[in-house]
């Protein structure tokens, strides 16, 4: 059973995955996904934002992707998805939903400046995926990713 607000999160996310039937996207899930939250873990840890939360919105940012094979919409079918989740779920507050439900919403528009915690979540989705492809792909995300290096002093 569920220890915390988190894990619940990670065993319903875990469970839809599971029903994947391609194991391929069933292991692009969960990379993406775990990879997500954790890195915006160490995003939200480095700018002062609540590290929890940040977690709850990695693991749910593109969960409507997985769950429905079109990546078409996802931000904004994730954002919904995670609204619904997080009020089942019954631990957290409105603020809190909204706060992840708004920055799932717009982590797909890089190109645009949004709230603290989107732009994290924004960061957190650049960062994971050139950590897992070794790769840019857009010079938006590319700049994105450069900024992340200077942020976090890799050398």
């Not at 619940?8 to 875990?14: G, I, L, S, T, W």
Request: overall charge negative; charged content about 25%; glycine content about 6%.
């Amino acid at each position: 059973m569920a220890e915390g607000r988190l894990e619940a999160v990670r065993e319903r996310v875990d469970a839809d995955l599971e029903k994947l039937p391609n194991l391929w996207a069933r292991r692009c899930g969960y990379v993406h996904l775990y990879g997500v939250s954790e890195t915006a873990v160490l995003l939200a840890a480095r700018r002062g934002l609540d590290t929890e939360l940040a977690a709850v919105a990695g693991m749910l940012h593109d969960l409507a992707t997985y769950k429905t094979g079109d990546p078409t919409g996802h931000a904004q079918a994730s954002s919904h998805l995670a609204r619904e989740l997080l009020a089942e779920i019954g631990s957290f507050s409105q603020n809190e939903i909204e706060l992840i439900a708004t920055a799932i919403a717009h982590h797909s528009t890089k190109e645009k400046l949004h709230g603290p915690f989107d732009e994290l979540l924004k960061d957190a989705d650049v960062l994971q995926h050139r950590l897992h492809q070794a790769r840019t792909d857009a010079p938006s995300t590319a700049s994105r990713f450069h900024a992340l290096v200077d942020e976090l002093a890799f050398q």
